[in-house]
């Protein structure tokens, strides 16, 4: 008797392997794609974290910078309100930039102060803000932990006034601002000096050093005084004569108006100033003005008397340009500066019914830390020849002014075209500047060191 065997075809033993495969290749997929999403919001959330370091470091520095730490020689060390601004601060950008804010809490942002304790820190007050994003959300990860993720990022940024540098480093550090204002104004401190001339205690700083003759609040020192800016032109062409006044009763200190060379103005719709020197008022002329060196192009030597806009007066071309530039409409509408003295720390801006943003993104009555009342002003050394700008020959700029702008003075009598400015910075580089120039947007810059 014979038996046959039958065997199943081998087709039939795979049966169901196919889907078993199918359902392994989509549950890989589906980690590795669980995977790739974690690690996306990770990336994402190290660089947004990064960038909000960075942005509350550089807000914690300008703190420190309006609270007047580069102005006073003995800050060695942060003061409690100078602390506690500068961590609000902080806190305030970092929370607001996250890119998960509801994850980032006061007590994410953390302070420290590199250099306290030592003289450098009255110069370029240092501050490192470390950030942390807690509670990000996970998938693929919470296989193997509950816990919450957590990613963190730090940066340092710095404050720097080139008036205090000698004191430190033993030279000055030369600075090199734009959008500085027209205004070319002796180195003679009209609050200080009485306005009797310009003794040495009668100075905004030292010449050679560039440190600051007055440091320190109003009134024992120069942040918050306020004075008077009045042009040391009359009303043709050739009124700019040497050996005129340079500070007055009231008090007053007497400006040149500079020829900065020309350059395209992002102006506002609002100011169609028709000369070069009406929109340098109104708006940005990018051009850098150096102090105590020089850079190409231009020179400091490039700044030239411009006599022939006729600024002083009612209705003149400074009047008219700083009436744009603050946003003034008869004598109101613009910002106001709560100056003291003694002037607050920081400085208190109030937003005008005129500021661009008023109505819209900002109350009338808001505080801002910036403004467009606020300016820089270069300050020539009128104890060597020339002592004063003319045609022919320029001055040597050795320092900077930030003022901010109170008010341009309306209607007839002996302040028309002139206007009131409050010193909130002094920054003066002195004839022995040396070193590589810093190149900023103010008369004091706030810059990213470390990331």
Same mark, same amino acid.
């Given at each position: 008797?014979?038996?046959?065997?039958?065997?199943?075809?081998?087709?039939?033993?795979?049966?169901?392997?196919?889907?078993?495969?199918?359902?392994?290749?989509?549950?890989?997929?589906?980690?590795?794609?669980?995977?790739?999403?974690?690690?996306?919001?990770?990336?994402?959330?190290?660089?947004?974290?990064?960038?909000?370091?960075?942005?509350?470091?550089?807000?914690?520095?300008?703190?420190?910078?309006?609270?007047?730490?580069?102005?006073?020689?003995?800050?060695?060390?942060?003061?409690?309100?100078?602390?506690?601004?500068?961590?609000?601060?902080?806190?305030?950008?970092?929370?607001?930039?996250?890119?998960?804010?509801?994850?980032?809490?006061?007590?994410?942002?953390?302070?420290?102060?590199?250099?306290?304790?030592?003289?450098?820190?009255?110069?370029?007050?240092?501050?490192?803000?470390?950030?942390?994003?807690?509670?990000?959300?996970?998938?693929?990860?919470?296989?193997?932990?509950?816990?919450?993720?957590?990613?963190?990022?730090?940066?340092?940024?710095?404050?720097? &006034?080139?008036?205090?540098?000698?004191?430190?480093?033993?030279?000055?550090?030369?600075?090199?601002?734009?959008?500085?204002?027209?205004?070319?104004?002796?180195?003679?401190?009209?609050?200080?000096?009485?306005?009797?001339?310009?003794?040495?205690?009668?100075?905004?700083?030292?010449?050679?050093?560039?440190?600051?003759?007055?440091?320190?609040?109003?009134?024992?020192?120069?942040?918050?005084?306020?004075?008077?800016?009045?042009?040391?032109?009359?009303?043709?062409?050739?009124?700019?004569?040497?050996?005129?006044?340079?500070?007055?009763?009231?008090?007053?200190?007497?400006?040149?108006?500079?020829?900065?060379?020309?350059?395209?103005?992002?102006?506002?719709?609002?100011?169609?100033?028709?000369?070069?020197?009406?929109?340098?008022?109104?708006?940005?002329?990018?051009?850098?003005?150096?102090?105590?060196?020089?850079?190409?192009?231009?020179?400091?030597?490039?700044?030239?008397?411009?006599?022939?806009?006729?600024?002083?007066?009612?209705?003149?071309?400074?009047?008219?340009?700083?009436?744009?530039?603050?946003?003034?409409?008869?004598?109101?509408?613009?910002?106001?500066?709560?100056?003291?003295?003694?002037?607050?720390?920081?400085?208190?801006?109030?937003?005008?019914? &005129?500021?661009?943003?008023?109505?819209?993104?900002?109350?009338?009555?808001?505080?801002?830390?910036?403004?467009?009342?606020?300016?820089?002003?270069?300050?020539?050394?009128?104890?060597?020849?020339?002592?004063?700008?003319?045609?022919?020959?320029?001055?040597?700029?050795?320092?900077?002014?930030?003022?901010?702008?109170?008010?341009?003075?309306?209607?007839?009598?002996?302040?028309?075209?002139?206007?009131?400015?409050?010193?909130?910075?002094?920054?003066?580089?002195?004839?022995?500047?040396?070193?590589?120039?810093?190149?900023?947007?103010?008369?004091?810059?706030?810059?990213?060191?470390?990331?």
């Amino acid at each position: 008797m014979i038996r046959r065997r039958t065997q199943l075809p081998l087709k039939n033993n795979e049966r169901g392997v196919t889907m078993i495969l199918v359902v392994l290749a989509m549950l890989s997929m589906l980690g590795i794609i669980a995977l790739a999403i974690d690690v996306i919001t990770l990336y994402s959330a190290r660089s947004e974290t990064q960038r909000a370091a960075d942005s509350a470091a550089l807000a914690a520095a300008k703190m420190l910078v309006d609270m007047g730490v580069t102005t006073d020689p003995t800050a060695t060390v942060p003061t409690a309100a100078q602390i506690d601004a500068a961590t609000k601060a902080a806190q305030s950008v970092a929370i607001n930039l996250s890119i998960a804010a509801r994850q980032v809490q006061t007590t994410d942002v953390s302070l420290l102060f590199p250099g306290s304790g030592t003289a450098a820190f009255s110069v370029n007050p240092k501050v490192t803000v470390t950030v942390q994003n807690a509670n990000l959300p996970t998938f693929f990860s919470r296989i193997w932990s509950r816990a919450a993720l957590t990613v963190r990022a730090s940066a340092t940024a710095e404050g720097f &006034n080139p008036s205090n540098s000698s004191s430190v480093g033993g030279t000055a550090v030369p600075i090199v601002p734009r959008c500085v204002k027209p205004f070319i104004v002796p180195n003679c401190d009209p609050v200080h000096g009485g306005g009797t001339g310009c003794g040495t205690a009668a100075t905004f700083f030292n010449t050679t050093t560039g440190a600051m003759t007055n440091p320190g609040a109003a009134p024992a020192g120069i942040i918050g005084e306020g004075f008077d800016l009045m042009s040391n032109c009359g009303a043709g062409p050739s009124s700019c004569a040497p050996g005129t006044p340079t500070v007055g009763a009231g008090p007053t200190l007497y400006y040149y108006p500079a020829q900065i060379p020309a350059a395209t103005n992002a102006c506002p719709a609002a100011c169609t100033g028709g000369t070069n020197f009406e929109q340098d008022i109104e708006c940005c002329n990018p051009t850098p003005i150096s102090c105590g060196t020089t850079v190409t192009p231009p020179t400091v030597n490039s700044l030239l008397l411009d006599d022939t806009m006729f600024p002083d007066g009612m209705g003149g071309p400074a009047q008219s340009g700083v009436k744009c530039l603050i946003h003034q409409s008869g004598g109101s509408g613009m910002d106001s500066l709560n100056s003291g003295p003694p002037i607050p720390y920081p400085p208190q801006i109030q937003v005008g019914n &005129n500021h661009p943003l008023a109505g819209s993104v900002l109350s009338s009555n808001d505080l801002v830390t910036t403004s467009d009342s606020l300016v820089t002003i270069p300050v020539y050394d009128q104890t060597v020849a020339p002592n004063t700008p003319t045609n022919a020959a320029a001055v040597n700029i050795v320092g900077f002014l930030q003022v901010f702008i109170d008010q341009a003075f309306p209607g007839g009598g002996p302040k028309a075209g002139s206007f009131h400015v409050t010193v909130v910075n002094v920054s003066g580089c002195g004839n022995s500047a040396t070193g590589t120039p810093v190149m900023a947007s103010s008369a004091v810059p706030v810059r990213l060191i470390q990331q």
